[in-house]
């Protein structure tokens, strides 16, 4: 049975007793028609991995228009701006992440259909931007002054061969943040502050190459080879828990020469990942191993060459894990007992708050979605059908409203509930 803290418990209750507090959650209740439309607005400014620019300009503009103070785009091409607390207050770096994981040219527009919003990258993560403007608007119109300085962050390369980059370079700039939040969940009832570790690797198997009959004999069959080693793959087993996991996700071979030839060069990627980095360990390699099987067995059979195996890794996600007690993750449970939402502790993480996770940085991720039912946690992100379920929407800004509050504090009413 999860029991939250009594200090934990005291500061929430004192921060719902003060009067602009309420007032914020009202407001952000009108203020879900505005928000609704900065996502619209966002999501059609296209945004893949490595080519946020455009969107981090608008995002860039907002920040100001909404009163951050020395908004930039770092050299990570994150968008960052300040929002002054008192001197001695902690450092709170709140983020979302600005690039989806769709080409330019997928987005045509947004549908609405049904109470839902459909457009590729609706929800992951454009959604989480449209949320930090409401942030802002709502600290505005309150007029709410907090203790620690919160930073606003729209990263960058968050998304597959991105591997969080934005907040990696983000953190390594800013080696003085006390607690970090992301946004990033599909469904705001689950509480993230586990950090899964993954790795991805690019595997090359070379051999000579030639004629599909004339050649035939006189050389080892890279493609095979690849092949003999991703059947090697997809016969492991991994442990349930720690949740463990493995892909071979792509699998490329053959040139332009076409159908009838040995292809000199078979290519495979592979992602693994486990919420125990030994684990993680482990399965790297026996992962190693049957690249290396596959290549050998391939070339015994032939006995004329050697299939070699060029091994290159594309992306590394660092792990971690935090206590479900760490006061910042109380304070979340309460935010979403507070608004009638049964939290669901999530086993593991893969959002940008892993590189804070693994720096040893007190984080939490937040969802952007209420989320009541199956059919509205079906949301589909990573998918052209992408969808956004709109009812409700305004609670999953609350929710970071009140974690933000509690992780700030506010000066002569209660402190940092990290200090
Ligand atoms: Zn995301």
């Not at 500061?11 to 959650?25: D, H, S, Y």
């Not at 968008?79 to 207050?89: E, Q």
């Not at 050697?306 to 109380?330: F, H």
């Amino acid at each position: 049975m999860y029991q939250v803290s009594e200090s934990t418990k005291k500061q929430f209750e004192k921060m719902m007793g003060i009067a602009a507090v309420r007032e914020g959650l009202e407001f952000i209740k009108k203020d879900q028609e505005q928000t609704i439309a900065d996502q619209k607005e966002l999501v059609v400014i296209e945004a893949p991995t490595f080519h946020e620019e455009t969107r981090a300009a608008f995002v860039a503009e907002k920040f100001k228009e909404l009163g951050l103070m020395d908004v930039h785009i770092d050299r990570g091409g994150n968008v960052t701006g300040i929002r002054k607390g008192n001197k001695n207050g902690p450092k709170i770096l709140i983020e979302g992440h600005l690039d989806t994981v769709f080409p330019f040219g997928t987005v045509t527009g947004v549908t609405e259909k049904e109470g839902y919003l459909y457009a590729p990258g609706i929800g992951d993560d454009t959604r989480a931007l449209a949320m930090m403007f409401g942030i802002l608007r709502v600290l505005h119109a309150t007029g709410i002054q907090t203790e620690g300085e919160l930073i606003f962050t729209a990263t960058t390369r968050e998304e597959g061969a991105g591997s969080l980059g934005g907040m990696k370079d983000f953190l390594e700039d800013h080696k003085d943040i006390d607690i970090s939040l992301s946004i990033d969940n599909n469904d705001m009832s689950m509480l993230v502050f586990e950090a899964t570790c993954g790795e991805t690797w690019e595997v090359t198997f070379k051999g000579i190459g030639g004629h599909a009959y004339g050649a035939f004999g006189k050389m080892a069959q890279p493609i095979h080879a690849a092949a003999r080693a991703v059947a090697k793959i997809a016969e492991f087993t991994v442990p349930e828990d720690p949740k463990t996991s493995f892909c071979v996700s792509n699998f490329h071979g053959g040139t332009e020469a076409g159908v009838h030839a040995i292809a000199p060069e078979a290519a495979i990627k592979i992602n693994f990942r486990s919420n125990s980095k030994e684990e993680l360990e482990k399965l790297k390699s026996k992962i190693f191993q049957a690249i290396e099987e596959g290549a050998k067995e391939e070339s015994d059979k032939w006995q004329k060459d050697r299939i070699t195996c060029e091994k290159k890794q594309l992306g590394e996600v660092p792990g971690g894990t935090q206590s479900p007690n760490l006061p910042l993750v109380e304070a979340a449970y309460l935010g979403l007992k507070s608004l009638d939402i049964e939290p669901v502790f999530g086993k593991g993480g893969c959002t940008n708050a892993n590189v804070a996770i693994s720096k040893k940085i007190p984080s939490i991720c937040m969802g952007r979605a209420f989320a009541p039912d199956e059919k509205s946690k079906e949301v589909r992100n990573h998918s052209i059908n992408e969808r956004f379920p709109v009812e409700g929407a305004y609670k999953a800004v609350q929710q970071v409203f009140m974690v933000l509050l509690m992780a700030a504090g506010i000066p002569g009413e209660f402190d940092s509930v990290m200090r």
